[in-house]
T-cell receptor
Framework: GAVVSQHPSWVICKSGTSVKIECRSLDFQATTMFWYRQFPKQSLMLMATSNEGSKATYEQGVEKDKFLINHASLTLSTLTVTSAHPEDSSFYIC???????????FGQGTRLTVV | AQTVTQSQPEMSVQEAETVTLSCTYDTSESDYYLFWYKQPPSRQMILVIRQEAYKQQNATENRFSVNFQKAAKSFSLKISDSQLGDAAMYFCAYKSQPGGGADGLTFGKGTHLIIQP
C-alpha cells in the first residue's frame, strides 16, 4: 500500500507552548487528509478533515483555534497544537487518500506528551 | 450520526484456532463501507478487510473473512488458523459513501485479541 509518514513519532513539550505535527504522503498525492486522536486504550476519534487548498472541517467539540490544521500541498498536512496543556497529551494519527473512492492510508502516529 | 459498537473488549484464542470478533453499527444510510483495522503494539493502523454495503457477498482476505448482515447491521470478523502475529487491537469502522455523511471513519472501541501459544 501507499506510505504515509508522520513526524515526529513522539514529542514532549512544555505546557503553554505550541507543537507542530507533520503528515506526509510519500508516494501519492493526497487531496484529503484526516486527523484522529486516540486516548490510551481507547478508540480513534476523528478531529478534522482537510482538503488541499481549503480550510479544514472540524468535528463537533474540537477547538479549531487550538488545533490548527494546514493542508497547503497535496503531500503535506500539518496539525499544530497551540498553547498545549497536559490534557492535550494523546496519540495523534493522520490518514491520507487520493480521492473519496480510494482507501485512506494511515501514518504511524505521533505521541504528544505535555508536561 | 453513525455509531459503531464492539461489545468484546478482549478476546483470547489458542494459536491455530478460529476466533470471531463482533461489531454492530447504527446508520440510516443505505450505502456505506465497513472496515476492520488491526492496530499492533506499534500503533500503526493496518487495514485487514473492507466491505461495501451494496455487495451481498462477504469479503475475504486469506485467513480473514467477514459475516456481513446488513438487515441486522452486524459485521463480524472471523480469523481462521490464528497466528501469534494476529495479536493486536482490532477496530471495526464505518464510512459513509462519498457525498453522504461524514467523510472520515467512525470507529468502535476496539477488541484486544490475545493469541495463546
Amino acid at each position: 500500500g501507499a506510505v504515509v509518514s508522520q513526524h515526529p513519532s513522539w514529542v514532549i513539550c512544555k505546557s503553554g507552548t505550541s507543537v507542530k505535527i507533520e503528515c506526509r504522503s510519500l508516494d501519492f498525492q493526497a487531496t484529503t487528509m484526516f486527523w484522529y486522536r486516540q486516548f490510551p486504550k481507547q478508540s480513534l476519534m476523528l478531529m478534522a478533515t482537510s482538503n488541499e487548498g481549503s480550510k479544514a472541517t472540524y468535528e463537533q467539540g474540537v477547538e479549531k483555534d487550538k488545533f490548527l490544521i494546514n493542508h497547503a500541498s497535496l503531500t503535506l498536512s500539518t496539525l499544530t497544537v497551540t498553547s498545549a496543556h497536559p490534557e492535550d497529551s494523546s496519540f495523534y494519527i493522520c490518514s491520507a487518500r487520493v480521492s473519496p473512492n480510494t482507501e485512506a492510508f494511515f501514518g504511524q502516529g505521533t505521541r504528544l506528551t505535555v508536561v | 450520526a453513525q455509531t459503531v459498537t464492539q461489545s468484546q473488549p478482549e478476546m483470547s484464542v489458542q494459536e491455530a484456532e478460529t476466533v470471531t470478533l463482533s461489531c454492530t453499527y447504527d446508520t440510516s444510510e443505505s450505502d456505506y463501507y465497513l472496515f476492520w483495522y488491526k492496530q499492533p503494539p506499534s500503533r500503526q493502523m493496518i487495514l485487514v478487510i473492507r466491505q461495501e454495503a451494496y455487495k451481498q457477498q462477504n469479503a475475504t482476505e486469506n485467513r480473514f473473512s467477514v459475516n456481513f448482515q446488513k438487515a441486522a447491521k452486524s459485521f463480524s470478523l472471523k480469523i481462521s488458523d490464528s497466528q501469534l502475529g494476529d495479536a493486536a487491537m482490532y477496530f471495526c469502522a464505518y464510512k459513509s459513501q462519498p457525498g453522504g455523511g461524514a467523510d472520515g471513519l467512525t470507529f468502535g472501541k476496539g477488541t484486544h485479541l490475545i493469541i495463546q501459544p
